[in-house]
């Protein structure tokens, strides 16, 4: 049972770059959530899907799009990659009501744009 | 504006004793709580939770306690093992908006 998948693990943009970072469940998880950890900063919510079809904005959404490609998989996009958005990068699913009983998150993915 | 805060940023305890993290938050909507633990290189993995209508909670080794009118909680772990040293965070979600607004996380020690 792989839980959370993400890929890559690891990558280096230089400014300007694309890049889409990929997430995949296999918990038949209905909700998804992309993240991202900055010393100081804890984790803040950049996009969220409540349920297959739909996306949402979170706290920290400028610069990226979301694409909820069916109930196992969402991508986070960096059309143009800035050095701000260096980070790690975490997804998580969750299928209890209304988020309720928590997330399960993949192991991150570690982006420096430079 | 932080709306959950853990105003610790790093905790060391000896082993054996008592950890108490700390968290605040300033949204009175809010109505589900969580502890999370991080380990380098991983992925948050969840801790425990509590519901507004309770205000405590325990699982083994580790309980939280909830102060509403405060708009507290707390993490007790005991006894406190080398192997709890990790990053805590705390979490807060409101009913209806699917997602949980984290604290920024307190670096937990615990020295053999």
């Known amino acids: 049972n792989a839980g959370v998948t993400q890929t890559p693990k690891f990558q280096v943009l230089k400014t300007g770059q694309s890049m889409t970072l990929q997430c995949a469940q296999d918990?038949?998880?209905?909700?998804m959530y992309w993240y991202r950890q900055d010393p100081g900063m804890g984790l803040r919510l950049i996009y969220y899907?409540?349920?297959?079809?739909?996306?949402d904005k979170g706290e920290v959404p400028n610069g990226y799009n979301v694409s909820r490609l069916n109930k196992r998989e969402f991508s986070l996009r960096l059309e143009s990659a800035a050095p701000s958005q260096t980070s790690v990068y975490f997804c998580?699913?969750?299928?209890?009501?209304?988020?309720?009983?928590?997330?399960?998150f993949g192991s991150g993915t570690r982006l420096t744009v430079v | 504006d932080q709306q959950v805060k853990q105003n610790s940023p790093s905790l060391s305890v000896q082993e054996g004793r008592i950890s108490i993290l700390n968290c605040d938050y300033t949204?009175?909507?809010?109505?589900?709580f969580l502890w999370y633990k991080k380990y380098p290189a991983e992925g948050p993995t969840f801790l425990i939770s509590?519901?507004?209508?309770?205000d405590k909670n325990e699982d083994g080794r580790f309980t939280v306690f909830l102060n509403k009118s405060a708009k507290h909680l707390s993490l007790h772990i005991v006894p406190s093992q080398p192997g709890d040293s990790a990053v805590y965070f705390c979490?807060?979600?409101?009913?209806?908006?699917?997602?949980?607004?984290f604290g920024t996380g307190t670096r937990l020690k615990v020295l053999a």
């Open positions: 998580a699913s969750s299928n209890g009501a209304e988020g309720k009983g928590g997330y399960t």
């Open positions: 918990m038949n998880h209905n909700s």
């Open positions: 899907s409540a349920s297959e079809g739909t996306t």
């Open positions: 949204n009175s909507m809010f109505d589900y």
């Open positions: 509590i519901s507004s209508i309770k």
């Open positions: 979490a807060a979600s409101r009913r209806g908006t699917y997602k949980y607004i």
